[in-house]
């Protein structure tokens, strides 16, 4: 399904003829002056239901009214509750709003936020390609009068029309890489293959004119990327390294990392089958890479970005890597393999190696990496790790703005003492305890040559439950968070 185009046409709601229009409201507003208009179109009932409390403008509430004919047919009221964050409610209630207009099947909405300024309608149109997005590649259609349109065209309508179209297409861009990030997501493991990532990647670059390299096998192998190939080597599928180069500015680059792997049974530590299906989504970290170049690239921000994803999956076999084996990374280190299922950060520690031939101003990893993370932090924040404060509180505030909302967690060296080997020069698993943490100390060992922060998205890249706005499966996290960083770059 093709992202929906956003347009921003002038506010004059008498005129508004449209199959659904939803009105964004805070809780206990009273009825807009602005909304007149329309309020008379809809034969006054927008006021009746905010005079009679049957639309309080809570979280989440929503009520749908019917247009006697004239303005739009059907007018959804969505309730925005009393945010402390205004932007992250405004994407919320935007995404709700397009969701309903997807299960109507209508196509076409307008969408009026009377309390928004201009730059808010960045953060609607975030919202309305989260709520939009739906994957039905994979399904049968049914017979066309059982069909509902997907969203494909949306009004915002606002006041000070060039300032709004302005923030829209801002918005436009983010909502357009994370409903990518998201697609690759949410593709099956047999169809989002490493060489999948890879054509995805070369597409990104021949639209934005970008520079690509890609190893394969036999390149990693003259890298001594022996970490990453032991991930590699039970699956006759091709790894695939990808390093994308966009060149908005001058200076030395953020470089954004991803664990890609297109699915991760845990190897010969092989995981319980209860779930295991959701390791197709181990590859989020390399989709959220993909989706903030995607997104940088349409706002031209002026800034140089390189993102490297590691694509590959994680198999038991014949010839896959064993509990015990010892390998020897990029960067010189013996790494004890204690664990085949800790695979993320051997596949992390040849591309954080990797990164340096960019000489960063930063680098920020993302990835799937542990479980502990998810009982840690649950689904609501990504755990946040690093040996700059500086950076962690750039990213944790990047993180705040675009509503992906992370959390840091310390790499204190007492829990070192976790992955000493007794054979190599560490290992690739501290056990339960602390488990993001000695993971997140595991990737610190590869990228102490510049300032670094790792983002454990196990919790926050899928949700197995419908979150109201967006429904269950992929969420896109951290695109939103990789481009305000990189936007708080830009300056
Ligand atoms: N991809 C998993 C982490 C994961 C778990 C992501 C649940 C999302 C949901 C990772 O490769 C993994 O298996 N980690 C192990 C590490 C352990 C063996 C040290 C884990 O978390 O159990
Ligand atoms: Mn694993
Ligand atoms: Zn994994």
């Known amino acids: 399904m093709p992202p929906p185009s956003i347009s921003v046409i002038p506010f004059d709601l008498g005129a508004l003829q449209a199959p659904l229009l939803a009105v964004l409201l805070r809780q206990g507003s009273s009825l807009h002056p602005s909304l007149g208009p329309l309020d008379n ?49 405004f994407k919320r209630a935007a995404a709700l709003a397009a969701r309903q207009a997807s299960k109507l099947g209508v196509g076409r909405i307008a969408i009026v936020a009377p309390d928004a300024d201009a730059e808010h309608l960045e953060d609607v149109a975030v ?11 994979l399904r049968t259609p049914p017979p ?13 309508l606002a006041a000070e029309v060039t300032a709004a179209r302005a923030a829209a297409t801002r918005g436009d861009a983010i909502g ?50 022996g970490a990453f190939l032991a991930v ?10 990808v390093a994308l180069e966009y060149g908005g500015g001058s200076g030395r680059p953020v470089v954004l990392v991803g664990k890609g792997l297109c699915f991760d049974s845990g190897g010969i530590s092989i995981k319980p089958a209860a779930n295991m299906e959701d390791m197709k989504f181990d590859m989020s970290g390399a989709a959220g890479v993909l989706g903030a170049l995607e997104a940088i690239a349409l706002m031209e921000l002026e800034v140089n970005v390189v993102g490297i994803i590691g694509a590959t999956i994680n198999m038991p076999s014949g010839t ?106 560490i290992r690739n698993s501290g056990g339960r305890a602390a488990g993001a943490i000695t993971a997140a100390l595991f990737l610190q060992a590869f ?31 951290p695109v939103a968070t990789f481009v305000e960083f990189v936007r708080g770059r830009a300056g």
């Open 41 to 89: 179109a809809v034969g006054g009932t927008i006021k009746l239901a905010l005079v009679e409390g049957d639309f309080r403008g809570a979280r989440d509430e929503t009520l749908q009214l019917s247009g006697p004919g004239g303005g739009p047919r059907r007018v959804l009221l969505v309730g925005m509750g009393t945010p402390s964050e205004e932007g992250p409610a």
């Open 127 to 137: 919202g309305v390609h989260a709520g939009a997005w739906r994957y039905d590649d």
């Open 144 to 156: 066309a009068e059982e069909r509902r349109s997907p969203v494909s065209e949306v009004d915002i």
């Open 176 to 225: 357009r890489g994370q409903s990518l990030a998201r697609r690759l997501q949410m593709m099956p493991g047999n169809l989002c293959t490493p060489e999948f990532l890879v054509a995805t990647a070369r597409d990104i670059a021949e639209r934005h004119g970008m520079k690509a390299t890609v190893l394969g096998r036999e390149e990693m192998e003259g890298e001594g990327m």
């Open 232 to 241: 590699a080597q039970g699956t006759p599928q091709e790894p695939q390294l």
């Open 320 to 425: 896959a890597v064993k509990p015990g084996d010892v390998v020897r990374s990029s960067l010189g280190k013996t790494i004890e393999v204690i664990n085949t299922d800790a695979e993320g950060r051997l596949v992390l520690a040849d591309l954080l190696t990797f990164a340096r031939r960019y000489d960063p101003a930063a680098v920020l990893d993302a990835a799937t990496l542990t479980g502990a993370c998810v009982v840690a932090l649950g689904h609501t924040a990504t755990g946040v790790f690093g040996s700059d404060d500086l950076l962690i509180d750039e990213v944790l505030a990047a993180g705040r703005r675009a509503g992906e909302p992370g959390w840091s967690l310390p790499l204190w060296d007492d829990y070192k003492e976790l992955i000493k080997s007794d054979v190599a020069d």
């Open 447 to 477: 990228a102490s040559e510049y300032p670094w922060v790792h983002l454990d998205i196990a919790g926050t890249a899928y949700s197995d439950t419908d979150m109201v706005a967006i429904p269950k499966g992929p969420t896109g996290v």
